[in-house]
């Protein structure tokens, strides 16, 4: 199943699980910010809405 690499095989293999630490450390990131800027936009949110109470 896998290709002869020759004296290759240990940068071309190196490249792959490098490429898919750095894919898994993007997408984990991602949904880390996205956690964060949904509690702070429900913070925000929170707050305009205490505070459209109070005018009436």
């Known amino acids: 199943m896998m290709p002869d690499l020759g004296k ?29 800027v949904r509690a702070e936009l429900a913070e925000v949110e929170a707050r305009v809405a205490g505070k459209a109470g109070t005018n009436g």
């Open 8 to 36: 290759y095989a240990d940068t071309v293999l190196w490249s792959y699980v490098a490429a898919v630490v750095v894919l898994g450390a993007v997408v984990a990131m991602t949904f880390w910010r996205g956690r964060r």
